[in-house]
């Protein structure tokens, strides 16, 4: 048997999740917002987004957790940063974010950049997640109204 | 088991679900091949290899804006 890969969002509080089939960004506490209906206004932040990686059934271990945006460039006063070492929930705002301090990386690392239970060295062994991953949108007055190019990200990580 | 499965030089191309694929690399990989697969479900793809002795998952997902 392999790994069972599962993304899971994060939303008012540490047991309130949902299974995102997508990372869009707006100005709702949601997963799998409709960017339309919850744009981010010009000069703001959108809602930070709160995820975990997940992983079950059969694996010897996981490890070596990557992320990085790798595909979809910024339009003009469109940023986003995150991280993916924060181990402990906090809900989730539309603040300026404490925790999502760092600009995405836009290649892979090529070494850990998600922690597994504090530890970018950390591991799996059974069924568990990684720590939070935390992306947030932030938009300049610069910004143009509409919709932005679409992201990609990747997260890689070893199995064995 | 995968649907398909076709050898093309030194490349092995499986085509299943993303878990049938991944059984099958856990199953066959050899030292040295590289055994590459791609799913996709949406917006979200999984490719698997094996390279340096472990088995690489990428996965993707993607992310979507507006601005007023």
Redesign the interface.
């Known amino acids: ?5 599962g ?1 899971v969002e994060y939303l008012t509080n540490a047991t309130d999740t949902a299974t ?7 100005s709702t506490l949601a997963a799998n917002l409709a ?2 209906t ?5 000069g703001t932040y ?1 809602y930070e987004k709160w995820v975990k ?1 997940n992983f079950s059934d059969s694996f010897t271990r996981i490890d070596n957790i990557q992320f990085w945006k ?1 595909a ?1 460039g910024y ?1 003009t006063g ?1 940023t986003m940063k995150w991280t993916g070492e924060q181990t402990a929930y906090v809900a989730p705002t539309t603040a300026i974010s404490s925790y999502a301090a760092t600009a995405v990386p836009t290649a892979d690392p090529g070494t850990a950049n998600v922690s597994i239970g504090g530890s970018l060295s950390g591991s799996l062994t059974t069924t568990g997640s990684s720590d939070f991953i935390i ?1 947030q ?1 932030s ?1 300049t007055t610069a ?6 190019n ?11 | 088991m995968v649907v398909s499965k076709t050898k093309l030089g030194s490349v092995t191309i499986l085509i299943g679900t993303d ?1 049938e694929v ?2 099958a ?2 199953n066959e990989h050899v030292p040295g091949s590289r055994i590459i697969s791609v799913g996709y479900n ?3 793809t ?1 490719a698997r290899y094996f390279a340096g002795g ?15």
């Open positions: 048997m392999v790994a069972t890969f993304w995102p089939t997508n990372l869009n960004m707006g960017p339309s919850y744009p981010i206004t010009a959108s990686a790798s979809g339009v469109e992306l949108t938009v910004a143009s109204a509409g919709a932005v679409q992201k990609t990200f990747t997260l890689q990580y070893d199995e064995v | 878990g991944a059984q690399l856990s949406g917006s979200n999984t472990r088995n690489i998952v990428k996965k993707t997902i993607g992310s979507r804006a507006n601005i007023v």
